[in-house]
């Protein structure tokens, strides 16, 4: 199967509201059995797949900000929140019989194990999937950034942003019938056309080391195959 893979190591970013399906708050067993599914697909032709969970469907710091809610503490909920969807998200994985870890970048000992970058890429390595909780681990930032982050430490090949539009548009495609999608973009046009693929310090940090983002449509079943094997897929930033 080797031969055709593109992507042999991948960073793989599906955010929190992902999860909620057609809730509008927690977690959809359905979808993640269905991600878990299409993980395993990948798992099931040598792809080595990390996963970085938002936390969207929870908590959001900014938010609970908003509403009243010191940022910092809001954040540290906000970590949590991932880590319960990267439990969620394991769970699932291993139901359908794939091995799969969880490490948080915030110590939670008898939950799950501290990251660690050497032993995540040991396990990605023997083909576990490797889920990233808890963000960066720091306030003030997001799994966007933390997705970018543990791509380039963990030297994937790649960073897939997993979204619910098939790719990055000149404006909202939701809001606008004439939206333009892009097959490919450079960091630089994505900074200075502020086009909201992710926030600027994740941009900042794959353009700095030189690491591809494909941003696609986790909702239409065999994308995310398709997009690791080489198929065209949304839009590509590099
Ligand atoms: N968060 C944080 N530091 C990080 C990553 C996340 O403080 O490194 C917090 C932040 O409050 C954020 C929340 O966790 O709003 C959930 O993450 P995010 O908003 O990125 O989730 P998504 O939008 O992908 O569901």
Redesign the pocket.
């Known amino acids: 199967h080797d031969r055709s893979v593109k992507y042999k190591r991948i960073l793989l970013?599906?955010?929190?509201?992902?999860l909620m399906g057609e809730h509008d708050f927690g977690i959809d067993p359905k979808v993640l059995d269905r991600m878990a599914q299409e993980v395993g697909q990948l798992i099931g032709i040598g792809v080595q797949v990390g996963l970085v969970?938002?936390?969207?469907?929870?908590?959001?710091?900014?938010?609970?900000h908003e509403a009243g809610m010191d940022r910092v503490t809001?954040?540290?909920?906000?970590?949590l929140?991932?880590v319960m969807n990267g439990l969620a998200m394991r769970d699932a994985l291993e139901r359908a019989g794939i091995r799969s870890r969880v490490m948080s970048?915030i110590p939670m000992s008898g939950v799950v194990e501290h990251y660690d970058r050497r032993t995540a890429i040991r396990y990605l390595t023997a083909s576990d999937v490797v889920i990233f909780s808890?963000?960066?681990?720091?306030?003030?930032?997001?799994?966007?950034?933390?997705a970018c982050l543990r791509g380039i430490e963990i030297d994937a090949d790649v960073v897939i942003k997993a979204t619910k539009v098939d790719g990055v548009y000149d404006k909202d495609p939701v809001k606008h019938a004439d939206a333009v999608k892009y097959d490919s973009l450079s960091y630089d046009a994505v900074l200075d056309q502020k086009l909201g693929v992710m926030d600027l310090t994740a941009i900042c940090l794959v353009r700095d080391h030189n690491m591809p983002v494909r941003v696609f449509d986790m909702t239409k079943p065999g994308a995310l195959l398709n997009l690791v094997t080489g198929g065209k897929e949304g839009t590509v930033i590099e």
């Open positions: 970013k599906l955010s929190g509201e992902a969970i938002g936390g969207g469907n929870l908590f959001r710091g900014a938010a609970l809001g954040d540290h909920m906000g970590m929140a991932t970048a808890a963000g960066t681990g720091n306030p003030f930032f997001t799994t966007d950034s933390a």
